[in-house]
């Protein structure tokens, strides 16, 4: 009796045993599964982080590049816009700062065009030391009636610390029929 | 000696036959310039982006231009329709004589004036004339330097393989 009831325990055991190696054997694809798909995803985000220092880094070495290039303390830009443009039609403006011609600069009829239209367009960027310095603008283009036109507009400005922006503005003044030329300093 | 001195003379023509067909140019972005032209018009090379451009620089003194102009019109007239440009930069410094010879070969692709010769030391011009063919992109593929009869055909094949682009 007692044999038997050995017999029959061990029986049980040898089931167990089986039922447990087979249950570890359909389990061990299901682990490999999520593991593999656990390195996926750390893959992914280590990816992410990279793509994230790139881009971290790109923006780092563009604000470097501009502050050598152009430190704000030293930086002045020149803008031009126009207002109307009926009594003038823009062809050239060119530019000197303290007697050194710095830009010139020639407008197509689509770039002309988009100043009317209320564009602004960045005629040149320069750095300079603080203190006075003085603005020639020559604007050519076309005046009232097709004539050729030439004007010229000067200032004196102050560069103090920190960056300027000084703005070349063509009006039309309606009175005169004549166009005007402007150079402001933004605050 | 005298195969020594021969074999130097094939090295030296050569070289200069390569120096002159390639050019460090070639696979660079065109350099963008604007300039007045024979209309009165300022024209800008990126405006052109997108077609295929061709530009020419010549003088009114080169007689190879004389030759070459002409033939390059015909270029001008016979692509212009499917995207391709022709933009005849004149270094002269004086530009109603370039306008003058212009007229007389009647060319009509339009012609530029580079008095202030800034354009031409951006292509660093150095031989007359120059020709620089600018794919659609913008980037310089081909620089000839001078002209001789039978040039007009590398040309045509050239803007031929880059429309087809």
Known sequence: MVIKRVLIGLAVCMTLALGATTIAQESAPADAEAASREKFRSLDEDVQDLKKEV??????????????????????????????????????????????EVSNYLYTEREAGALVRGGVHRVHMANLKTGDHELIAVFTGKGPHTREYRRGATITFNKGIGAKYMELEITDRVKKQQPEFVIKEWE | MKMKNILLGLTFSVLAATSLASSGLAGQAAPDFALKSSTGENLRLSEYRGDVVMVNFWATWCGPCRQEMPLLDELYSRYERVGFSLLGVNIDDNSSKAMNMAAELGVSFPVLFDARKEVSKLYEVEAMPVTVLIDREGTIRYVHHGYKPGYEEKYLDQIRSLLRE
């Open chain 1, 55 to 100: 881009l971290d880094l790109n923006r780092d070495l563009f604000l470097l590049e501009e502050e050598l290039l152009f430190p704000a303390n030293s930086q002045v830009a020149f803008f031009l816009s126009m207002d109307v443009g009926e009594y003038f039609e823009l062809d050239s403006v060119n530019l000197k700062i303290d007697g050194k």
